[in-house]
């Protein structure tokens, strides 16, 4: 699959770029040893590679995208070796509380309802969710437009709780982000309600053809990594995050993807 950063694409990075700060990580470094479960030389990380282009197979069949990127050079920065897990994105959260996988990268937005379950990093990034109808629509502007509507969305994800808010609207799910804009693509459905990044991106690299996003973003979200509850994990990554932002790396990535320098980001999502 090939990429291509659309000038769209960057000005809505830019767009989601606003004014928070960009503050350094105030945590110790990590310690190899220490704390039992601490991460060892390995990290088994998650992630649900059908979301370009924070992650996707690149032709070779070989992980690749924004947050592959990034997870690698955490890994190289806290000297522990990544290995990516694919999982079903609803798969992820399960995986890590049963302890199969020690980390999940997957585009997941850090949510007070996660966070019952899990823990995540700091925020690396900032996205938010959009309407995707076909190009044609001229009738739907915002989500009041879709009450009583046909919408798709990923299963598991913010995008289908967003969804299932709509008075009257009729909701199928998919496994993936491309398959639900497929979907609106074939004209099955009235609407999508998906990050805007990948939707955006989706529409930009002609993987999906004949859709546009309307109206404004419908939510402001932040993209964390998570982890096990109480894993020793999280300030081994966030230490090394924390490196990447003060080296110049992260903006690297960031530059390598978007086209864009990076956005300030919060400490915390909320
Ligand atoms: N950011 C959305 C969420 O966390 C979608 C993530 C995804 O599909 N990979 O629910």
Known sequence: MTIRRSAFLRNLALGLGASVLFAACGGGAPTADGGGEAAGDILKVATEPAFP???FQADGGELDGFDIDLMKAIG???GVEIQFESLPFDGIIPAL???TVDAAISGMTITQERLNTVD??????KAGLAIAVKAEDTATTSLADLEGKRIAVQIGTTGADQAAEIPGAVISTFDSAPLALQELANGNVDAVINDAPVTLDAIASGNINGLKVV??????EFYGIALPKGSPNVEVINTAFAALIENGTYTEIYQKWFGTEPPELPESAF
């Open 97 to 99: 509380q049963a302890g």
């Open 76 to 78: 190289a920065e806290a």
């Open 120 to 125: 995540f990093s700091r925020p690396y990034i």
């Open 215 to 220: 109206g404004e973003l419908l939510t402001e």
């Open 53 to 55: 282009p924070f992650e």
